[in-house]
């Protein structure tokens, strides 16, 4: 390793990534915090104590949303989805390993979804 100091844009720019994160994770682990007030609770801070009165309500059905249906849902969805790609990703294969026409173009939109 170098003994060369780091200039200030390094700092800058750390400190540009510090907010990122922050901005980026901060509002979900402020409501996954919240999330364990009990039932007089709200999203405010202090907390009125530590309970697991909401989760009880959630996996017991007692929620506005289903949980399990939902979890079903997407699960079925997640298994189309893997089986489409992995067929189209097969067939696109199988294509480029020939040269035919218009290859450069099918390529070049296949990595930009990707990129995407």
Known sequence: MSDRPRSPAFYALAAFFALFVAFLYGPTL?????????????????MNGVSTHWFGKLWAGLGIVDIWGALWRSLRLGLVVMLLTVVIAFFAGLAFRKRFRGERALFTVAVASLIV
Do not use: A, D, Y
């Open 30 to 46: 402020t409501i996954l915090v919240l999330s364990f007030q009990g039932p007089q609770g709200g999203l405010t801070f202090p």
